[in-house]
């Protein structure tokens, strides 16, 4: 039997609530928490995980070549310590390494990658973006277009400002760590463009 959400007269979760409200979901369901507000996701689609995935291993690649003490993590739980009503899941993070074991929530890190889906509304968007660029050591968001090749770039160095990639021949740069890579090697493996019939 599901647990009802608690009966709040404002419609919010503290955190508290929030997590004893999760710790009763089922395994497979994903929730987050964006300004007090729970709310179910539905599980990543196959091209997230391609997408997510491809960064995730040629930044990974690139850590270890450097020995940096940083790993890229896909399907991952943040937080920023300084907003109490926000718990966020996320396609690709790039943490800390070693990272500590059996936390729900990665409270530190460098680099956010979100994929678009057809779930992602504007105002979500809008309110999580707000956190993440306010985390102390964040450097990058970025939001992916599962349909296109697509990307929104923020950073840190940039004042946060928008910047947008488009096409397979751009190159996504993140000077920080000297990384590189074309848009086509972003979605190697996705169909761009192609619909199920």
């Not at 997590?19 to 599980?43: C, K, T, Y």
């Not at 940083?70 to 943490?95: C, H, K, T, W, Y």
Request: charged content about 25%.
């Amino acid at each position: 039997m599901r647990t009802p959400l608690p009966v709040r007269t404002d419609g919010k979760f503290t955190v508290e609530e929030y997590l004893a409200f999760i710790e009763s979901r089922p395994d497979d369901e994903r929730w987050q928490l964006i300004d007090g507000v729970a709310m179910m996701m539905p599980p990543p689609t196959v091209p997230h995980q391609i997408i997510a995935g491809n960064l995730a291993w040629e930044l990974n690649a690139l850590f270890r070549r450097q020995r940096r003490k940083l790993l890229a993590v896909q399907e991952v739980g943040l937080m920023v310590p300084s907003i109490a009503n926000f718990r966020a899941r996320v396609d690709m993070a790039v943490l800390d390494k070693p990272f500590r074991l059996k936390v729900p929530y990665a409270d530190r890190f460098y680099l956010v990658m979100e994929v678009l889906s057809d779930s992602s509304t504007d105002k979500d968007i809008a309110a999580k973006s707000r956190c993440y660029i306010q985390h102390p050591q964040n450097l990058y968001y970025l939001l992916v277009d599962q349909d296109e090749a697509s990307v929104e770039i923020r950073a840190r160095a940039q004042g946060w400002e928008l910047a947008e990639l488009k096409g397979l021949d751009a190159i996504l740069e993140l000077p920080e760590w000297g990384f590189r890579i074309s848009l086509a090697d972003l979605y190697d493996g996705m169909a761009l463009g192609v619909t199920e019939q």
